[in-house]
């Protein structure tokens, strides 16, 4: 795939974590909320999107061009998520909704950076257990079992998922100079996170 075109499809992943934003935030509750947020990872998945904390889980797993790529996916999201913002912000639940992205985006960016990566690091571990999961096992049942298991985990625990956090500053209007730090930190924890269990399956000689 071309440069152009890995980039379009980091917009459409971005655009479809964002869609699992916007319901996150729509509903009153967080179980109910997190379940539903799993129709991002599940369109990234089922339709072959290019999403980074998906995608740099494998960067040991392939050659150069394929990490050369990363940067170009995590553009691609961050264009993605805003897109989806700026759409949803001119609907008549665009108020609401950017009232609580904005509190959301309050509580990341008074947040330590040390404390931000290592909650991007535990979100990483669990994206990796979905598309891990929905990549390899045998089962239909187990496949989406793992979409949600992996999602709703990283949503209820409170780590960091930068793909989702770039749509909460988009959609809360709360980008600044520490909002930029916050996603580098966190999305530097979902790089740790994302090759921590698929290096150690390598060492151990796990299944494949």
Not at 26 to 33: A, F, I, P, Q, T
Not at 56 to 78: K, S, T
Not at 139 to 155: D, N, R, S, T
Request: proline share 2%.
């Amino acid at each position: 795939m071309s440069f152009p075109k890995t980039f379009v499809s980091g917009i459409l992943a971005g655009m479809s974590i964002a869609l699992g934003g916007v319901i996150f935030l729509s509903v009153e509750n967080r179980m109910l909320g997190a379940f539903l947020f799993t129709v991002g990872l599940f369109s990234v998945c089922g339709f072959g999107f290019h999403l980074f904390t998906g995608k740099v889980c494998y960067v040991f797993q392939n050659d150069r061009d394929y990490a050369v790529r990363l940067p170009v996916i995590w553009a691609g999201n961050l264009v993605g998520t805003g897109l989806v913002a700026g759409a949803a912000a001119l609907t008549r639940s665009g108020a609401a909704l950017s009232e609580k992205a904005a509190a959301l985006a309050a509580v990341k960016t008074g947040d330590s950076l040390v404390s931000l990566f290592f909650l991007g690091l535990l979100c990483n571990i669990f994206i990796y257990i979905a598309v891990e999961g929905y990549g390899k096992l045998p089962h239909e049942v187990g496949k989406y079992l793992a979409l949600v298991f992996g999602v709703m985990g990283f949503i209820l625990c409170g780590t960091e998922h930068c793909v989702a956090d770039m749509f909460y500053f988009w959609m809360g209007g709360a980008w600044s100079g520490r909002a930029v730090l916050a996603i580098i930190a966190i999305t530097a924890g979902n790089c740790a996170g994302g090759v921590i269990l698929p290096l150690l399956r390598a060492y151990t000689g796990g299944k494949k």
